[in-house]
Structures are given as C-alpha cells and as structure tokens.
C-alpha cells in the first residue's frame, strides 16, 4: 500500500512539473482555436486550453505534421476565442503524437491570460452545473 501512494505521489509530482496551469477540454459551444500560417492561413481546434498552452488538432495541417518539431516556434499566431476576441501569441510546440501537437504560449499579453483564464472558469461552472443536473433535465442558458 505505501509503495502504491508514492507512486502515486511521484506521478502527481511528474505530471505537476510538466504542467503548471490549469488546462480544461473544451465545449462544442465554446469553440476555441489557433490561426497559424504555414503555406496559408489555417484554423487549428484547440482540444484542450490552460493558461501557459493548448492541446491543437493537426487534422486541417496533416501534410505539415511531420516536419513538426519539439521546440519549433509556429510563428505569430492568433489565439480565437469567440467571446474574450482574438489574442496575438507565439505557439511553440512541446510535444507532437499525431492528431495533436501540445504548444505552449509565449509572448501571451496579460490580457490575453486574463481572457483564456475567464474562458476556463466559465468552462468549468458549465461543467459543474451539468454534473449537477437531475437526469433529463436540460441546461439552462
């Protein structure tokens, strides 16, 4: 039983040290994603946001996946929130396994943080109102 909680304990510590911020899977009705320009300007969905980066789906850049890197800037970007606007930042890719390359945030304004971390409570109250609901019962706007 000891060995079982400090392995636990180590991994908690893994996982914590890898990622520091909250990150939450988005809502189909709270669409979020990455415009970057590789040949021409693509929309990559965002699967996952947090405050420092974001989990993207490559399938819209599918014939760019491989020549991706660990470390490689994507250049200036724009971070699209539908209600917090547009958000100029500078993804760099941390980690790839395809449909999805991990990108973590530089050069985020303090506004921009701002309106990702007002994005992730609002998602997370969505979140908890549902896992609240008597079965049937529809959500209320």
């Known amino acids: 039983m000891q060995r079982l909680m400090k392995s636990v304990a ?3 510590t893994k996982t914590t040290n890898k990622r520091s911020a909250l990150r ?9 994603s990455l415009q970057v320009t590789l040949d021409t300007e693509i929309n990559l969905p965002v699967a996952e946001l947090g405050g420092g980066g974001a989990r993207i789906l490559c399938y819209k ?5 491989d020549d991706f890197y660990e470390g490689q800037s994507l250049g200036p970007s724009v971070l699209m929130l539908r209600e917090e606007g547009m958000h ?4 760099v890719i941390r980690w790839k396994k395809w449909p999805c390359i991990g990108v973590q945030f530089i050069d985020l ?3 921009g943080r701002a309106a ?4 992730l409570f609002k998602l997370e109250r969505i979140k908890l109102k549902r896992m609240n609901m008597e079965p049937g019962q529809k959500p209320r706007s």
């Open 10 to 12: 180590e991994t908690r």
């Open 24 to 32: 939450l899977t988005m809502l189909e009705e709270e669409p979020v």
């Open 61 to 65: 850049c599918q014939r760019f996946f």
């Open 88 to 91: 100029d930042v500078e993804p």
């Open 109 to 111: 304004s303090d506004r």
């Open 116 to 119: 990702v971390f007002k994005l």
